[in-house]
RNA sequence: GGGUGCUUAGCUCAGUGGUAGAGCGCUUCGUUUACACCGAAGAUGUCGGGGGUUCGAAACCCUCAGCGCCCACCA
């Protein structure tokens, strides 16, 4: 502490002060983490930010609420460490930079493989660099120099291991499955990739096979029967029993299919007879495995109709629908038509195309062995969910996992390891291992989940024994929202798990919400209704924008955001700059120790006290993740205490004596303040604190301690009784209608131990002492305020006051009336809350008294 | 269909058994040398409906009604 009191601008302008301080924190280097050093660790995983190249609104209060993790967590002497990244292989990335390529005239087929990687990491470089910017002007103390991308060595040498171990231990398998498969990005999808929504179509019954030999079944996909193997009916529907095991006529192919009897169908719903079609749709490809029909495949990767010897072969399959329906109703086939008919149907999350089941041969994680894990390790405690009220959530996905599709037919991303020999072996490659001659590597490419489920250790170096890896695994908490629960959070979990020995990758899961509109609507672009958070910090500077997210952001609860919320945050960082700087020109100060606590004036140990149990509480609070109630606190705390009444109270001090004591306590509450703060506030607050403390960053500053011997009853109820005088006298003045400004003489009337904050009171309120015959006069429990006001008072204004007072204060006294001649409360409330109703009984009884007199002694109208 | 959450002041939300709270907005007054991005004073609620438990319910239980999110193979 050199050179303090250095001074601040007299107008707070968030431009100014936010660019210079972030590059001070870097070449200072306060971000950088020693693996070697001896403090406690404190790890917190990034997500990966997302690929647009900007910076969206989630991530704005998801990185706020971290940095604000990580910054009280360096405070209090921890090591703390972010592992960032900028990871997100997988489609949404190869889509963007096809999109370009597309806009340039060419596709990626003309690249190649080798020339599109090249492009979509020029673009990654791009789009990262940009983010990290917007990341920065926010004020994240992320060490980025340690950002690795999936694709570099170190990530695939993680992936090449993770798959070969899980290989090995029987944990991946390759399988012919029902996949969905979009028929526009030409991949595959995991079930989480594919939207569910309540679509317009058609159901149509059909007749199949004649006469005594004929059967009618009903569906919303009637192209598909191309394809069908079977019919299938409940083995109990009496209707169709005698038909089991008999085989009819499938029209338009004319061929003979068997009728098969399966558990699975639903004899209540439509015909009760269901056409399997094995190829094209998940649950007749589970009966056909049951029941050996055969697997026909009637459509190409596109979606387009092949191989079926029809005349639909080369009709897309929407046309083909209608055709076959026409051809059918022709044939006089079709028994009944319902249309509309509103079923669920399964959509790409990516580009919106209908999903077409698809037979295919993919690649497989077996979860259920891994997901057990995942779930037990939170039952057990190992892992906290907060807010707890998620952790359903996140067991029923994990509890009911189906088996996880890996493979993606996409050129970005990592390559399945698995290499095929001339004679279909099947080779997987750890790191360093190298396919023989003759062999080829499997085409696809890994989900991007597989490789961002490594992150928690992958960026630690492992495979490798690091030194990274051994200090700061596991990481402490995950701070993310609670849609990303299952996509992210619960991979990672799984591989954790399995790759580190059962060693979970986090301990605490600390899940926010969403950021809606002001309206609470989702937020998306068809709306326009997102928020750019560049916009509100140009406009209203980072800590405005980090206060309103962090203020918002109730555990697990979405928030919503408007312009006016973050304008409001603006607010109170000027009211905090002008309070800072009005401080200072008064001279508090840091030097020196603090006086003795009995030393003090009763002001001066109340504020003390408040801040002791602000800091105590906001403390407790942001190590409990509740970031809203802690911003309020410390609002409050601020704005209320801190500058409307201690600062106002000790104006007279100020203008009237030197106040050393008041100057050192002010310097020492603004100090403590300043560095609470500063997790959530970070530019403004180092910006004040070095100026009032001449230190030399907050980054590197302890975290402020709650004194308990400051906590001071007694002052607190003296300052409260002090509080009510002034707004009781500033309610007479406003009520008269006298000017805030104007003086008027006035005495009080007060017991001793006020006597030395009569000045203070009169110095706030404009009263001027001085010989009168008083006119009017206030009563405010044991204080007296006698008033002499020119001319007359407003005698009707008055009393309707006091009116109003006598009914509030006579209702309260019936209340407690009636509680203390209640025999059941007598005998069963506790006696707490006794004690607190005699109180309120006798100080209304008071109340009513006063109330009375001074109703009496108002002049008549 | 399964899971889960919400319903409190005009708006957005806190409040988990003891006299209903905050921010913004609103009304009135005010440029008193920190601050008009301000100050002072003030108004505003059958706490979604209905039952129950309790001396006492916004809070706990049941039920109904709306809204939302996630998951799901209804042909």
Redesign the pocket.
Known sequence: MSQPNRELAS??TPAEIEAPLYEKWIAAGYFTPDANSNKEPFTIVIPPPNVTGSLHIGHALEHTLQDALIRMKRMKGFETLWLPGMDHAGIATQNVVEKQLTAQGFSRHDLGREEFVKKVWEWKGESGGAILEQMRRLGDSVDWSRERFTMDAGLSTAVLTIFKKLYDAGFIYRAERIINWCPCCLTALS??E???SDDEGEFVSVRYGDGDMSITV????PETMLGDGAVAVHPDDPRYKEMIGKTVLLPLVNRMIPIIADE????D??T?A??VTAAH???DFEMAIRHNVPFIVIMNEYGVMAGTGTEFDGMDRFDARIAVVAKLKEMGRIVAQKRPYI??VGHCSRCDTTIEPRLSKQWFVKVAPLAKAAGDAVRAGRVKIEPE??A??YF??VD?M?DWCISRQLWWGHRIPVWYGPDDEVLVLGPNEKAPDGYSQDPDVLDTWFSSALWPFSTLGWPDESADLKKFYPTSVLVTGY?IL?FWVARMMLFGLFAMDGVPPFRVIALHGLV?D???K?MSKSRSNTIDPLEFMDRYGADALRFSLARGA?PG????LAE?WVG?S??FA??LW??T??AM?NGATVEGPLPAIESLNAIDQWILSRLSQTIAQADSLLESYEF??AC?LIY?FA?DDL??WY??LS?ESFAKSDAVATKRVLGYVLDQLLRLMHPIMPFITETLWTSLTGGESLVIASWPVAQKTHLNKPAASLVAQLQSV??EV??FR??QGI???AKIPGRFIAPDQLAPYLGAMAFLL?LESGDFTPSAQLEIGAVKVEFDLVGTIDVVAERARLQ?DLVAAEK?LA?AKV?LS?E??MA???EK?LI?IKE?LATTTADIERITVQLAALPSP
């Open positions: 107008t707070f079930d989480i594919v939207e569910h009903a569906t919303t996909r699975l169908v639903d004899p719903f439509g009760g269901v056409k749709d998940p649950n079923h669920a009220f998620l359903p959530r029923e996905w009911n189906h849609d299952f809606r002001k309206f609470g989702k109730n609860t979405d928030q919503t006016e409001a603006r607010n000027t009211k002008n309070a700087r009005f020109m809203a109630r309020d409050h704005w500058c409307d600062l106002e104006k002034i707004t500033r309610r406003s009520d000017k805030t400004s404009k109003k309260d209340t509680k209640n059941s409360f069963k409330a506790p809350v607190e309120r």
